[in-house]
Nanobody, 123 residues
């Protein structure tokens, strides 16, 4: 069992930066692939970024590539999402998720989810 708690969301102006954190409980965190997803009002949950268990492999949605960076610290049981050059279209609730195998872009295959953190980018 893995419990996930996101933090770091907030209100930021266009072009600003935020760093989201996702703290995980459980001794097996280091064996899980982690993903970040987001969901805007009236839209489906969409993939943002993913990282494998070691941090050696990452993948990004085209919409955030070059602006967002996913990373993890297995000693701290935490995964991060550094978000730079934020745009109004990045406004959404951001969720972290975990699965015991390799990362995937489909939210339906992730076993554990956090409660989400709101990110609002003002124009």
């Amino acid at each position: 069992q893995v419990q996930l708690v996101e933090s770091g969301g907030g209100l930021v102006q266009t072009g600003g930066s935020l760093r989201l954190s996702c703290a995980a409980s459980g001794r097996t965190f280091s064996s899980y692939a982690m993903g970040w997803f987001r969901q805007a009002p009236g839209k489906e949950r969409e993939f943002v970024a993913a990282i494998n268990w070691s941090g050696g492999s990452t993948y990004y949605a085209d919409s955030v590539k070059g602006r967002f960076t996913i990373s993890r610290d297995n000693a701290k049981n935490t995964v991060y999402l550094q978000m730079n050059s934020l745009k109004p279209e990045d406004t959404a609730v951001y969720y972290c998720a975990a699965r015991p195998e390799g990362w995937r872009t489909s939210p339906g295959v992730y076993n554990y989810w956090g409660q989400g953190t709101q990110v609002t980018v003002s124009s």
